[in-house]
């Protein structure tokens, strides 16, 4: 199971992960709390992830970078 890329859908308390593999089949579909997103994302391998523009998602996306993750944030016009 090789994702290549995850969508995160942010929220208060509990956040839903959805991966794909490199051709576009849905690999992983799982609901974190807050307390556990930075140990699932330090173990998995590096991805792009894109999520939201929230008020979360900055600090969500500097910690993921740092875990060698790239992230894009998706904002509304």
């Not at 859908?9 to 930075?38: C, P, S, W, Y």
């Not at 999520?51 to 944030?73: D, N």
Request: aromatic share 6%.
């Amino acid at each position: 199971m090789k994702i290549t890329t995850i969508g995160i859908d942010l929220a208060k308390t509990v956040f839903a992960i959805h991966g794909v593999n490199e051709h576009g089949q849905v690999v992983l579909k799982k609901l974190l709390r807050r307390d556990q997103m930075a140990a699932f994302f330090a173990n998995l391998p590096a991805c792009l992830i894109g999520m939201e523009a929230c008020g979360s998602a900055h600090y969500w996306a500097r910690k993921l970078q740092g875990m060698g993750h790239t992230v894009r944030l998706i904002g509304k016009r």
